[in-house]
């Protein structure tokens, strides 16, 4: 890991553009590994005690009254297994996120749609496992009606983003030292628009990066940045629509981002970030279209695996892909020329 400084020094030149310059990421296999619920989508994917774990949510549809959250399980990315499914008898579990604790457990996030009569209409849950198969109790964070979507740990306590889902559009940081009880940190984003989904790493020097989804009036993703405490973001526009994003951080100092784009259709995208330029380069399109996106990302042994949901086939189900990146930045490639 590189600090924030060295990484953007790397990316400093790449001003040229991005979708003509950019080196293709070889798709080396794409396995459809679960479809069994009408509506099987909303993706992440984790690597916990040497096997792999995808976590998804099953429904009736793309919105509806039931929804749960399956943890499938996999030691070589090619048999899998349902390790365990979460549910609720009081509101729809959308959006699963996985993630690994200080502690050692497996933490799930995810939120809930509740059912009327409630006093909300969204609460964002988290649930704990030693083993990927037992899970605790269901534990609300954060504020009703704002949507934690995903969880990162950093130095030992958990951070995420929080997105407003009823009037006005906001988006807030939080913070919780003990994975349970989380507080806001610092204003709201001063971003226009209707600020959703994220993608969040911190860098060895302790910066956040935030890839923050927007809708609506204002469909181009930022970037936003900032270092501890956390209560002051610099952000840039870039330029580009990304839904359902995910960021990760390589062993050599890239990032990668995945997630949805929408222009000839929705598919399902890998691109390489310039957080200087704050641009993106389009490295892959996996096998997807209609219904589709919620990339989880895995660096593992110098490849990429990603899971993915998608109805190209008809049905919407969960995808595992492996691809081979470029063996250098495209952001360097294109500087030199």
């Not at 729809?92 to 200080?102: E, G, H, N, V, Y």
Request: hydrophobic fraction near 35%.
């Amino acid at each position: 890991m590189k600090s924030v400084l060295s990484i953007l020094c790397l990316c400093a030149f790449a001003a040229t553009s991005l979708a003509e310059t950019s080196t293709p990421a070889k798709i080396v296999d794409v396995d459809k590994i679960w479809d069994k619920a009408p509506h099987n989508a909303f993706t992440d994917l984790i690597r916990f005690k040497d096997q792999w774990y995808c976590v998804f949510r099953e429904g009736e549809g793309h919105v509806s009254k039931i929804g749960s959250l399956r943890i499938l399980r996999s030691a070589d990315g090619k048999n899998w297994e349902s390790a365990a499914l979460v549910t609720s008898d009081t509101a729809d579990l959308r959006d699963a996120k996985i993630s690994i604790a200080p502690d050692g457990k497996l933490c799930l996030a995810g939120a809930g749609a509740l059912h009327p009569p409630a006093d909300a209409k969204h609460q964002s849950y988290i649930w704990y496992s030693e083993n990927g198969e037992d899970w605790s109790d269901a534990i609300a964070i954060g504020d009703p009606n704002f949507w934690i979507w995903r969880i990162v740990w950093h130095e030992g306590n958990a951070y995420g983003v929080g997105y407003s889902t009823v009037q006005p559009h906001a988006a807030r940081f939080y913070k919780s030292e003990d994975g349970k009880s989380f507080q806001q940190v610092g204003d709201e984003f001063d971003v226009a628009g209707y600020m959703n989904e994220t993608g969040l790493i911190f860098l060895e020097d302790g910066t956040a990066m935030c890839l923050l989804r927007r809708d609506k009036n204002h469909r181009t993703a930022m970037l936003g940045t900032a270092k501890a405490p956390y209560t002051d973001w610099n952000w840039k526009d870039l330029g580009a629509y990304v839904g359902g994003p995910q960021l990760i951080h390589l062993e050599d100092g890239r990032f990668i981002v995945g997630g949805r784009k929408t222009d000839g259709g929705a598919k399902t995208v890998i691109w390489e970030l310039d957080p200087e330029a704050g641009k993106l380069h389009e490295l892959a399109e996996l096998p997807s279209g209609g219904d589709t996106s919620y990339p989880g990302l895995v660096e593992h042994d110098g490849k990429l695996y990603v899971s993915y949901y998608s109805s190209h086939e008809g049905k919407t189900s969960i995808y595992f892909a492996e691809l081979e990146l470029p063996e250098a930045s495209v952001i360097a490639q294109t500087a030199q020329k």
